[in-house]
C-alpha cells in the first residue's frame, strides 16, 4: 500500500518557517514587537532549512513516482516546530536526515535522467548536506553558510538549465558555465577569509553575466503578462547576484559586510527567484491548475525590492534606524506578496467553481427545454391523430 500525502497539507510547515523566520530577522535589526524565543539565534537555520529546504525538497518529491518521499519535506519542516518545542538539537537533526533524504531525491532523478543540470541540482543537495552536517559539527550558521549558499545557487542554475534547454546556447557556453560553478565550488571549498570569498564572488559575478545573456528570461521579459513578470523578475534576481559577488569581492572591511554578503543573496536573488518561479512551481508544489499570477502582484514586487535595496543602502552607509524600518517593510513585503498569491489563487478556484456550476446549471436548463419542446410535440402529434381517427 503506498502512502498518500496530499502536498497542500505540507505547506503549512512552509509557512511557519517562514513566518518565523522573518520575525528572527527583524529582532536581529533591532524590532521586537514580533518577539519569539530563540529566533534571533535560529534565523538563518530556520529561512535556509525550514523554509527554503522544505520548498525544494516538495518541489523535487513530487516528481517522484512514489509519493512517500513526501516524508522528506514533512521531515524538513518539522524541524522547525521541534526548534520552537526548545528541541534544537533535535530539530537539527531532522534538517541533517532531510538533506540525506533529498540527496537520495535526487541520485535516483539522475540515474533516469543523466544531464548536466540534474546533475548540478544533485550537486546542491549535496551541498545542503555538508552544510548541515557542518553546523552540527561546529554548532556554528557561519560554518554552513557557505555551503547553503552553494545550495540555493546551484539547484537554481539547474532549474534554468532545465526549463532553458531548448535554446540554442553555444557549446563555450555551456562549458563556460560549467567552469564558473567548478571556481564557485573551490571558493566554497577554501577558508572563506582566505581567498574563498575572492573566488565565490568572482564567480557568482561572471554567472550572474552568463545568467543575464543565456537565460531564456532575457526573451520572456520582452513578452507581456505572466512572461514578463518571470522576466523581468528572473533578471532583477541576477543583478541582486551581481551585487552579491562585488560585495564579497570588495567590501570585506565593511562593518555589516556579513549581512550584505548573507542578503543580497538570500533576499535579492534568492526571493527574487521565488518570486519570478511561483507561477510555474507553486501549481505543481500544490497539485493545483490555478496559478498565482496576476497583474496586482506588481505593486508589491516593486515594494520588495525597492524596500531590500533601501536596506542595503543605509547598511552600507551606517544609516541604523533607517536600516530597521526597511528591513521590517522588507519583511512585511514577504508575507503580503505570499497573501496576495494565495488569495488569487482562491479567488480563480472560486470563479472556475461558479462558472462551472453556471456552465451544468444552463446545461441542466437547455436539457430540460428540449425535453419539454419534444414532450409538448408528442402531446400535439397524438392529439392530432385522435382528431383525424
Known amino acids: 500500500m503506498k502512502l498518500q500525502i496530499n502536498p497542500i497539507f505540507l505547506f503549512p510547515l512552509v509557512v511557519l518557517a517562514l513566518l518565523l523566520g522573518i520575525s528572527g530577522g527583524w529582532v536581529r535589526l533591532g524590532n521586537t514587537e514580533w518577539l519569539v524565543p530563540h529566533a534571533a539565534s535560529l534565523h538563518g537555520i530556520w529561512m535556509v532549512g525550514g523554509f527554503l529546504g ?27 516546530p521541534l526548534m520552537v518545542a526548545g528541541w534544537a538539537s533535535l530539530g537539527t537533526y531532522a534538517l541533517l536526515v532531510a538533506s540525506l533524504g533529498l540527496v537520495a531525491i535526487m541520485y535516483f532523478q539522475t540515474l533516469k535522467h543523466q544531464v548536466v543540470h540534474q546533475l548540478i541540482m544533485s550537486l546542491g543537495a549535496v551541498f545542503w548536506l555538508v552544510g548541515n552536517f557542518s553546523l552540527i559539527h561546529s554548532g556554528l550558521v557561519a560554518a554552513a553558510t557557505p555551503w547553503w549558499i552553494g545550495f540555493i545557487l546551484f539547484t537554481i542554475i539547474g532549474e534554468r538549465l532545465e526549463l532553458s534547454k531548448f535554446l540554442p546556447t553555444p557549446r563555450w557556453a555551456k562549458k563556460g558555465l560549467n567552469g564558473l560553478l567548478l571556481l564557485f565550488l573551490l571558493g566554497m571549498w577554501l577558508p572563506f577569509h582566505r581567498h574563498g570569498n575572492w573566488i565565490m564572488g568572482a564567480a557568482v559575478i561572471f554567472i550572474s553575466f552568463w545568467l543575464l545573456h543565456f537565460d531564456m528570461a532575457k526573451i520572456a521579459s520582452k513578452k507581456s503578462h505572466q512572461f514578463k513578470y518571470i522576466g523581468i523578475g528572473l533578471r532583477v534576481g541576477y543583478v541582486w547576484l551581481t551585487l552579491n559577488g562585488i560585495i564579497l569581492l570588495f567590501l570585506e572591511q565593511h562593518a555589516l559586510y556579513y549581512d550584505l ?79 496576495m498569491m494565495a488569495g488569487i489563487v482562491l479567488v480563480k478556484v472560486l470563479t472556475g467553481k461558479f462558472k462551472r456550476n453556471a456552465i451544468i446549471s444552463i446545461e441542466i436548463q437547455a436539457t430540460n427545454l428540449v425535453k419539454t419542446t419534444v414532450d409538448s410535440g408528442e402531446k400535439k402529434s397524438l392529439k392530432s391523430k385522435q382528431e383525424v381517427i
Do not use: C, D
Open 54 to 80: 522544505t520548498l525544494i525538497a516538495l518541489e523535487r518529491a513530487m516528481v517522484m513516482k512514489n509519493k512517500i518521499w513526501l516524508l522528506v519535506p514533512f521531515i524538513s519542516g518539522m524541524s522547525v
Open 261 to 339: 554578503y548573507l542578503h543580497t543573496f538570500f533576499l535579492g536573488f534568492t526571493f527574487s527567484m521565488i518570486w519570478a518561479h511561483a507561477p510555474i512551481i507553486l501549481p505543481m508544489v500544490l497539485n493545483i491548475k490555478e496559478s498565482p499570477y496576476h497583474g496586482m502582484l506588481w505593486p508589491f514586487w516593486i515594494l520588495f525590492q525597492v524596500s531590500l535595496l533601501g536596506r542595503v543602502l543605509t547598511s552600507l552607509t551606517g544609516m541604523g534606524s533607517l536600516r530597521t524600518i526597511f528591513g521590517v517593510v522588507n519583511g512585511w513585503s514577504i508575507v503580503l506578496l505570499f497573501v
